[in-house]
């Protein structure tokens, strides 16, 4: 179907001049610019790339999207003011892929095993379901302009808008400790409990408020987000102890064959996850923060079935727990404080040195067997003819798109202005101008399309996967050793 017509002196005329959409795949599966593509009108840009299925689904929930922007716009002009600016910017960080990634080995180096698997749990599968259902039916952010879009990082920006994944995770982190505290309930004063209890709504309502008031999502993507955290609770809370058992406990253990099956059902499960995840339209980086923490899931589903398989920690602690690093309650500040730094870095030098060495090895063994891991947007390094160490060379510089952002940009963001309007990137792009194009009288904002990915190997995707894989097993067993080896247990 054709888009409307539009007379060539107009505004839109000139808007749809500067678009460029995607065009099909070059060898190397690079997109290039192409202006007299159909994709150059928004309407048709989703039809032609998405299945009908997919198409039409999006188009039942677009209207629900697009009929908040004027609500939210006019919640936000009321209510904005420069201390809140800041302090909603700065609490979005407690619910990013980066504060987790940090924040999720602390209660594995402090005793708290159950806790540590629960909230792994809820927040890879969280962070894949969300991301999943982005990709799914890329559905773009709230509009902006009128909304202004406030952020420290411009990285979560950059992802479609439905559902929320800081609404997923804030919602199933809550609900993790939660439960928690209300299990030990018997450990804690009267007022210990209600300060944390109270510490919990105030964590919980700032990041789901503050993703409204930033103009990052509307109240579709928020409860969206919310009910997956409380659908990814819910299954941990009551099958969790029941999948733990069946992974690590079953009868396989006493043969070989059935502990090389476990190994294989944890690998090729989560990799399935990987296999069946949709293809986005355009460039969004849901599927790396995907492709990360089901490294992570595989990663401490291995360390700790090998925990199991060693008994190497079961006798040194009371409960008998198998899956609890060495740990006593009454060491020193300084030894615990000891102990984080340890663990954290071991887990950056195991990122700095394995992502270059990871990626000198992987593109000249894909070459040489002919390994091939189709998926749209990504080149076949197989059979690239660029040289291995270019591929190596772009495969860490995309590896900086990722989940765990270095501290030094975070802290750098918050010196810079963190208020911004208009099109990001080409989701915002098609967005704006479809509305341009159906309110020719609004010409604030001029809207330009790249419709360019960057190039991007297969080879990624294995390597992603690997290194956030380790990042589990070096907080679990590097860090066993490491504290052992310096009396810190």
Known sequence: MSGPSIPL??????????????????????????????????????????????FKLRQMCLPIVRKETDLL???????????????????????????????????LWFGASTLARDLIFVLG????????????????????????????????????????????NATAVTLVLLATFYDQRSSFSYLQFVTLIGLLALYYLSLILGRLYCGMHGFFDILTGMSIGTGVFLFRYFYGVAYDQFLFYSSRNSSWLGIFATFFVIIAGHMYLIHIYPEPVDDCPCFDDSVAFVGVLIGIDIAHYVCVLSNKFTFTNTLH???????????????????????????????????????????????????NLPRVNYISTAHSKTASH??????????????????????????????????????DAYELLDYQLKHPEDKSVSVKISGVFRPRYDVEIVGRTIVYAGISITSVWGFAFATQAMGLT
Request: with cysteine; aromatic share 8%; proline share 9%.
């Open 9 to 54: 002196d107009s505004p839109i005329a000139s808007l749809l001049q500067d678009a460029q959409p995607l065009s099909p795949q070059t060898s190397e599966g690079v997109l290039k610019e192409n202006k007299n593509d159909a994709g150059n009108l928004p309407s048709n840009h989703y039809k032609e790339r998405l299945s009908l299925f997919r």
């Open 73 to 107: 716009a006019r919640l936000q002009a009321r209510v904005r003011t420069p201390g809140r600016d800041l302090y909603f910017a700065w609490t979005a960080n407690l619910a990013s892929h980066t504060f987790y990634v940090l924040m999720l080995p602390l209660p």
């Open 125 to 168: 599968m969280g962070i894949y379901v969300t991301g999943f259902l982005k990709d799914f039916l890329c559905l773009p952010r709230p509009r902006s302009p009128p909304l202004h879009r406030i952020t420290m990082l411009s990285y979560t920006a950059h992802e479609y808008g439905w559902p929320s994944s800081h609404s997923a």
């Open 321 to 371: 727990d198998a899956l609890r690093i060495p740990f006593l309650a009454d060491l020193s500040i300084l030894v615990m404080l000891a102990r984080v730094v340890i663990g954290i870095v071991l887990v950056v030098i195991w990122k700095s040195i394995l992502k270059p060495v990871l990626f000198s090895i992987l593109p000249p063994l894909y070459k040489l067997i002919g390994v």
């Open 390 to 427: 270019q591929i190596r060379r772009q495969s860490l510089s995309n590896m900086k798109n990722e989940p765990m952002i270095p501290i030094e940009d975070i802290l750098k963001s918050a010196r810079q202005e963190v208020d911004v309007v208009g099109p990001e990137d080409d989701i």
